[in-house]
Each structure stands twice: as C-alpha cells, then as structure tokens.
C-alpha cells in the first residue's frame, strides 16, 4: 500500500544518506592508510576501502535516483518507530548499567520495561513481575549454574 | 572411499549422552524457533553462537546440525495449521498444506511435510557425505586466482538472486565489506579505518554483527509491528483437533505422488543448497515449480496438493546437505544458517578447507550424523509425539518470547569475551540492521560480505603479488576462468528471469 509522502527528508529513506555519511568518513581513513612495504604498489592496504567506497558511492546514487523517479515507492516515514525506539533506549540503559549493577539488578527491571513495551500481561501488574522475576531467574540458571558462567554482580564505582 | 568409512566410523561419537543431549536439545530448539512465526533458525544458532564458547566443539556443530534440519522443516507445522509459514521456505507448504487443513486433511498434511523432509534431509546428507571427496579434491584443484574468483562468483549470485533491489543488495554486501576491513589489513601489519582508536584497531567481531542483525533487528522489526495479532486457534474448533495416527500417510497417496518426485525434488534441493545464498526458499519454490509442471493432476496445485507439499518439503530439507559443501570446503556459506555455522566454526579455530576432512574428521563426522539422525529418526518421532500439541506454539505470548530473546542476545554477547563494548556494538549493529531491513535492504549479503570480504581482499592481492601486479592471472589461470565465466552466466540468467516475471 502506498504510504503518504512524508515531511521528514521530503520522504526519502534515511538509510542511503547514513550510508553516504558512513563511506565519507570510510574514505576519509581509507586515504590515511599506509603499507608497511613502502609505496610505489597499486594493490595495497588501501585498494579494496578505496573502491569498496568509490562503489558505494555508485550503488547510493543508483538508489537516490531510483526512489527519486519511482513516485509509486512507498516513502519513508517515521509511523511505527517509537516502540523500537523505546525498545533501543531501555536496551542501551541495560548495556550501560550491566557491568555495574550487575546481572540481577540490571535484567530484571529491563525485562518489566520490555513487558510493559511489549503490552505482555498489562491488566495483571503482579503477574508481569512475577513473569520478570522468573525470567531473570531462568536466565541465571542457564548461563551461571548450567554454562558455568560468572555473571556481573554489583560493583561499586569508586 | 577411506573417506567416506572415516565419516561413518565417526558417527559413533553420537553415542555419547551428552553429545545426544546436545542433538535432541539442538532439534526441540530448531523445531520451536522454526515454527514460530517471526523467529527461524538461523536466530536459534545465532543465539547458539556465544555458547560455544563455553562448550567443546563437537556438540555445538552437532546442536547446529540438529537445528538447521528442525527448522527447515518445522516451518511446515504452522504453515499447515494456521497458514502463516514458520519459515520462509515454508510458504508452498502453507499454499498446499492450509488448504487441505481446512478440508479436514490436517494431520495428513502434516504427515507428507515430515514425510518429504525425512527423504529429502536422509539424500541430502549422503549426498553430502558420498560427495565430499570429490568437493574436496575438486577444492585441492582450485589456486589462489580461481579462489578469488569463487568468492566473487558466491557474492555477485547473493548480490543478484536477491528477491528485491539489486543496488540495495549490492549496498549492503559493500556496507559488509567495509566493517571487515576495519582493523587489522589481511595481509600486512598496518591498522585500517581505526580513526586512530585502540579499540577499532581490533577489528570487529563477528559475533555482534550476527546477534544485531538477526536477534536485535527482530526484536526491532516486531516491535515495530506490534499492532498485528496473530492468528488465534479457538480451541473448540474441530479443525484444530489432529490425531496422531492421521499423521501416518497412505500409502496410496505416496503411489501417487510417486517416487520421482521424492528424487527429482531431493536433487534440486541438494544444488540448489550448493549455490551460496540460494537457501531453502528458492529450493522449495524451484522444486515446487517443477513438480507442478510436470505432474499429472495440476489442477490440484494451489487447492491442496500433497504433490506440492512433498516436493516443496523435500527440497528444503535437501538443501542442509547442499548448504554445507562450499562452506567446509571453500568457507563460502551456502545460506544465513551456514554463515552462522560458519561463525562456530571459525570461533573454535577450524579453517573451512580440504584440510578439515583431513585433520578434523573426528570433529565434522559427528555434525553430518547429527543431520541423518535428526531427518531420519527424530522429525517423525517428534510429530508423533508432539504433534497434536504443536497448534500451541503460537500460543506463547510474543512481548513473553521476544524479551526473553533480547535477554539471551544481550547477554550472550556479553559473556562471550567479558566485553561491554561488544554488547554495545550488538545493539549498534541491531539498529542498523533494523533499518536496512525496514528500507528494503537484505542482511544477508551484507554478513556474507562480511564474513568473505576478507578471503575476497587477500586473494585479488595475492594472485597480484604472484604476477607482478598483471590482473590477467584472473583470464589465464583456468580455475579462476571458469568461475568468472559462470559469474557472468548466473547474472545473465538471473537478470532476464527477473526481467520476465517483471514483465
């Protein structure tokens, strides 16, 4: 179904301009790259980033004009990002307290969130923390006591 | 044929309990994460992958072996019952098979997809094993020039047989490239794409890249879609009531479907498997095709052919085999499972080669009895046994399953190397991967760019080396002729097919 043209990058995907940026910056490096042999040898180091980024730029501008001229396209638009965008922020808070707080402390409360985005068991409050509780537990048990693997606990800062 | 005894001999590793334990776990697992819409098996190996750290590698490629042959063929289960595939090569199982549950053929049904995955699973994996010598010498033949040259034909066919955009997939094979090359060059000391930072000079792994592109980017995408309910089976309905002994298919039905179709559909599913990055999908639709071309009662093809389920069901499973021959030989992945398995294989410091049949056969035997096991003795025993019970699947609440998953992704990318900057970068690369994904771009070809970007570098600049910089080795050496010849012949042929079914 065609998706009504958006305001937001007059509609078009974000991707190839995230793309572009990503090869600029790859092409940047790719030029300070220096072969341990010397110069003088066309082959190198900096061969393939070279035309790997000449060819992206290429396959970028291919899609830009595609989707340019392909009024039909579905547009890009934000509509749907903000459960996946939740889902990535509690994720990152999770990633940044994981070694500090530890296992238990940082899943469990992660979990809830994730249930509580997720719409899991959201007219019975008590049972979703039981069923957060439970999972953090389970996971424990696998990965502590069957794999044997020492899991952070909670380290103080200074 | 010392080989092939040296195989067999090495199934009697599987005797072990815990190696059993390993392949029965591997197969339930494979079986649940295919069935379910929205996971595959490919996830389920994925998660698989930060255990293997822990764990010897025998029983993690057994634990692979068992999921990969489970989930191509328990994407039959809900693709039958409640006409959503659980995996994508599933989806004329779902055309053919849906239709005879809603005419009360059920179990039936059912019945021929396990019957067709057996056969197909039990050729492909003697293909694979009576075929392994002869892949191997045929490895011995090919020089550094015809190496490059292979990996350029494996990325060109992922690049073009993409269902969607060609400069999409060609986008994300190069995006692939490019992380590789981020760290250490190939082939000499220098640091490359570090932006003068320690922690890129390391390179990045491949084990976040695999848990945020197919675990995190999931969770993502679902996220996303969160409004779609899934279908809900009424539990007083009778059409979701399956006996077990209607699993057992007749036999005149079996007559009829014939055994050629059994054979033609297990030799298409096993090349097909061959080709790096065909999958089960094109096995199944290819064989699928072919069956409906050539059958005596066409007419019955999109209303409930058991035709059509056997020979769609029989090339999937065929395809395991065919998927594992140019990644042990060449490390060139046949599918996204075996790319995965790949990644198990590297992370234990096996190098994919002729050498590995040589050196290792007491660590690879295990992993292809896995496969004979897993199709011959344990899709029927588990559809008997489980059968009647697997309309529940569906029934496990998706925000209960998929933060479950985010917790095993999380934290198997954490426990792997103690390191928080690859947890980081699992959920950077989850991101990125979930919007490549919304925006039409595949993820296959941007890991398989990835992992063959690195081989791809240091044989061009080794076949260079070798003639003083003259490109022409790659025209002269044979080996290297032929791939590049059949490049341009599979390009060809897939660019007027899809011009065709354009037109």
Known sequence: ???PRSKFLFGLSPVPIGLAIFTTLYLWQAFYIRSSFGGGQLVGPKFLPIVAALMMYGAIATIVIRQIRDKSDARFNLQGMARPAKVVLVTLLYVA??????????????VLVLYFIFEFEAKRPIRRIGFAALTTAVFYLLYAVIFGIRLPGFEVPF | MQTIVDIFLG??????????????GGFLIGTFFGAMPGLTSVLAIALLLPFTYSIDVVPALVMCASIFMAGMYSG?????????????SSMMTALEGNALMKQGFGANALGHAALGSIIGGVIGTLMLIFLMPIASDLALWVRTPGKFSLIFFALAVIIFIDTGSTEKSLAAALFGIMLATIGIDVLEPVARINFGTEILTQGIDLMPLIIGAFALSEILVQAENWNVKATRIDPNDPVALIRRRD?????????QIGLWTYLRSALIGYSTGVLPGAGGSMAAFVSYAEANRRSSQPETFGKGSREGIAAA???????????????MMFGIPGDATTAVVLGVLIINGLQPGPQLLDNQMDLIAPMFGSLL???????????FLMGPYFIRIVRIPQGLLYSGIAVVALVGSYVATFSVFQMTLAVVFGVICYLLRREG?????LLLGFILGPDLEQYFRRSLSLEDGNPIVFITNPDSLVFLLLTAAFVFAIRRRKRSSEA
């Not at chain 2, 699993?247 to 007559?255: A, G, H, N």
């Not at chain 2, 096991?373 to 559809?383: D, E, F, G, Y």
Request: glycine share 6%.
């Open chain 2, 313 to 327: 069901e029989t090339a999937n499973n065929a395809m395991c085999g065919g998927a594992f021959v140019p990644m």
């Open chain 2, 247 to 255: 699993f057992i298919p007749k036999m005149s039905e079996i007559r």
């Open chain 2, 373 to 383: 096991i897993s199709a011959l003795i344990l899709i029927p025993l588990t559809l």
């Open chain 1, 97 to 110: 307290a994981f070694p500090f707080i530890g296992y238990a402390l940082s899943t469990f409360p992660y």
């Open chain 2, 441 to 445: 771009y595949s993820i296959v070809p």
């Open chain 1, 1 to 3: 179904m065609t998706q």
């Open chain 2, 76 to 88: 039959s289960i809900t693709a039958t019952t409640i006409n959503i595939p659980g995996a994508p």
């Open chain 2, 11 to 24: 199934f009697g590793v599987l005797a072990d309990l815990k190696i059993i334990t390993f392949l029965i």
